[in-house]
Every structure is written in C-alpha cells, then in structure tokens.
C-alpha cells in the first residue's frame, strides 16, 4: 500500500524538460528572459542552484549573463508558463 502512495506523488510531482534558444531578454535576480528563435519571449525562474556555463560545459559565474548574449536554457517545468532553468549554456563563449 505504501509503494503505491509513493509511486503516485512521484507522478505528480514530474516535470517536463525544455530547451530554450535566443538570446537574453532581460535578467533579474532570480529571473531570466530569453527571446528565444521562434520570436516568443520566455520568462524563466533561476536560482542559486542554477549552473551557468560557456559552450563547453565549464561552469561560469552567474555575472556572466549578460542581455543580448545567445543562450541555451535547460529547465523543467509542467509547461512553458511554469519554468525552472536548471543550466543556462552562453554558446558564444
């Protein structure tokens, strides 16, 4: 019985992976823009746990971001309206 009451908050509880590409919008504290190459605008939540990284995957500081430069986002989330980025790639570094 317990095995079952696991498995169904686990269902739940899953997330979609997204792969975003444009280049960023806007940048807050713990929010990201990135016009991506469709023309939609997406507004991505970031955090501390939020790994920024050069093309390469080497890991870079968050100060990198900087708007206009051309990024990869990597988040999860239930849909495009309710996204965490999880690794945000500058492919021009």
Not at 46 to 64: A, F, I, P, Q
Not at 71 to 87: I, N, P, R, S, T
């Amino acid at each position: 019985m317990a095995l079952v009451l696991i498995a169904a908050v686990v269902s739940v509880g899953a997330h979609e992976k997204f792969k975003i590409v444009g280049k960023i919008a806007a940048l807050k504290k713990d929010e990201i823009a990135i016009k991506a190459i469709d023309g939609a605008t997406y507004e991505i939540d970031m955090n501390e746990k939020t790994v920024v990284t050069d093309k390469n995957h080497r890991k870079l500081s968050h100060s990198e971001l900087k708007v206009g430069a051309s990024a990869v986002v990597m988040a999860l989330g239930h849909d495009q309206f309710d996204l965490e980025a999880f690794e945000i790639q500058l492919t021009e570094r």
